[in-house]
């Protein structure tokens, strides 16, 4: 379907444009943290849990389908860099089987090894699935495909059952990966930032009246 945006007079577009103007402006309330710290998840189905936190906080989200390609890694370390921080801590999120549990452990070598970050400068944790947090949950399956090069890892230390991250129940991962951004984040700092937010709409706010008053002092439109 298509259809097209247009007015019945240059009242009604003015209007539609001033009731966007200026509007849509978040702070980046990360800007005093002391760390930059991002989001990963390994499957899309986490998504819809996970990204109404990760704008909450203004943290960026990133879903990697599985052990996440170099692509998305050099945008994390590009957003590292330009962030002027002194460390990167990457929260990671997957399934507990051989492949989920070295994501984590995976992406301070390969930022290192790829990128040349030094392994002081990054750190890495899984915060679910962990081992402790499967107790109770129903399992996923088992250790089926041994040619997994993490495979012998996995079943020497944890066994042969494996579990997904979706038997968690939602409100559970949330309250997990809330807890696990802060306890990497400065709460105050981000408080502060907050706060600043609230008074950086106010001035936009005022910036938005005087620009409405403006354009209706302006003479009427000629009617055709």
């Known amino acids: 379907m298509t259809t097209w945006d247009v007015h019945d007079s240059p009242d009604t577009f003015i ?3 001033l009731d966007d103007f200026l509007n849509g402006y978040s702070r980046n309330l990360q800007r005093t943290q002391p760390t930059h710290i991002e989001l990963f998840a390994e499957k899309n189905t986490l998504a819809g ?3 109404p936190i990760a ?14 390609s170099i692509a998305p890694i050099r945008k994390m370390v590009n957003r590292f860099k ?17 492949a989920g549990i070295m994501i984590a452990r995976s992406f301070c070598q ?3 090894d790829y990128f ?8 890495a944790r899984k915060i679910a699935l962990t081992e ?7 399992v996923g399956g088992n250790v089926g495909d041994k040619s997994d090069v993490n495979a012998p890892y996995f079943v020497e230390h944890y066994g042969e059952e494996t579990y997904e991250v979706e038997a968690l129940e939602p409100e559970e991962l949330e309250r997990l990966t809330v807890e696990a951004i802060e306890s990497v984040l400065d709460v105050d700092a981000f408080n502060a930032e907050v706060e600043a937010e609230k008074v950086d709409w106010e001035f936009l706010s005022a910036k938005r009246r005087t620009m409405a008053k403006l354009m209706l002092e302006l003479p009427d439109h000629p009617t055709i």
């Open 82 to 98: 330009r962030s002027g921080k002194e460390k990167l801590i990457i929260l990671a999120i997957a399934d507990f089987d051989p």
């Open 15 to 17: 209007k539609a444009e």
């Open 55 to 68: 704008s909450r906080y203004v943290i960026p989200l990133t879903i990697g389908r599985g052990c996440c």
């Open 116 to 123: 040349h970050i030094p392994l002081s400068k990054i750190e």
């Open 49 to 51: 849990i996970l990204r």
């Open 110 to 112: 390969r930022v290192h």
């Open 132 to 138: 402790d947090q499967t107790v109770d949950l129903p």
